[in-house]
């Protein structure tokens, strides 16, 4: 079975600072998927990064950033320099999937970190 | 393409009644999912359709729960005899084929039992 755990379950920070949001994932299958989400206050989920499990480079866009590593299961989201539109729950999430036929690719989320940037 | 749409967004209702749910996908996908969100959790998989089929419900899918999608278009969830547990955002998205098409995600319909 797949799990996803977002083991900060809330982090303040003031703005400019950078800040790590955690991801540890566990799966069986080697094929699977990565992904971030954000979700402000409106309670859209919107879609940040996806990951294959094939891709270990990291990825950078603008502020944001991700840190994949197989070796440790992990999926770190840093965003530097902060903003106070920052503030949100970030929701780590994981997707089985592959060459075998009938996946569906539904998707396992984390418990989520709501992230306060005060001004 | 305006999106996935989700109606009604805020639901309240009293205990023992009946609720549905609708979600338009965005037209071209014929992927389409249904998740549930509790106060402070993360949605969890309630069902999937592929065009009109139901291809997997999950557990946390009780015989009082009953989603279709007709003509494999919109989706319709409805919830029998409601509970106050089953207070939660319901969270609709869709996709196309292959996975390069990513998900998207409906704004949710909020629902309050009372």
């Known amino acids: 079975a797949q799990k996803v755990t977002q083991a900060q379950t809330e982090i303040s920070v003031v703005e400019k600072e950078d800040v790590t949001l955690d991801c540890v994932y566990e799966?069986?299958?080697?094929?699977?998927?990565l992904f971030w989400y954000k979700q402000p206050p409106s309670g859209e989920l919107v879609f940040l990064i996806r990951?294959?499990?094939?891709?270990?480079q990291n990825e950078i866009s603008g502020r944001y950033s991700w840190n994949f590593q197989k070796s440790t299961s992990s999926f770190n989201f840093t965003i530097t320099a902060s903003q106070v539109v920052d503030s949100a729950v970030y929701f780590c999430?994981?997707?089985?999937?592959?060459?075998?036929?009938?996946?569906?690719?539904?998707?396992?989320f984390g418990k989520g970190t709501l992230l306060t940037v005060n001004p | 393409d305006t999106g996935v749409s989700q109606d009604p967004r805020h639901k309240i209702t009293k205990r023992g009644q009946n609720v549905t749910f609708r979600c338009d996908p965005i037209?071209?996908?014929?992927?389409l999912y249904w998740y549930r969100q509790t106060l402070g959790q993360g949605p969890e998989f309630l069902t999937y359709?592929?065009?009109?089929?139901?291809?997997?419900k999950s557990r946390l899918l009780s015989d009082r729960f009953s989603a279709e999608r007709p003509k494999g278009s919109f989706s319709t969830l409805e919830i029998q005899r409601t509970e106050q547990g089953d207070s939660a955002m319901y969270l609709c998205?869709?996709?196309?084929?292959?996975?390069?098409?990513?998900?998207?995600f409906g704004s949710g319909t909020r629902l309050t039992v009372v």
């Open positions: 998205a869709s996709r196309g084929g292959g996975f390069n098409y990513g998900y998207t």
């Open positions: 990951r294959n499990s094939f891709d270990e």
């Open positions: 799966t069986r299958d080697t094929t699977y998927y």
């Open positions: 037209s071209e996908h014929n992927r």
């Open positions: 359709f592929q065009n009109e089929a139901q291809l997997e």
């Open positions: 999430a994981l997707s089985e999937g592959g060459w075998r036929g009938g996946s569906n690719y539904k998707l396992t």
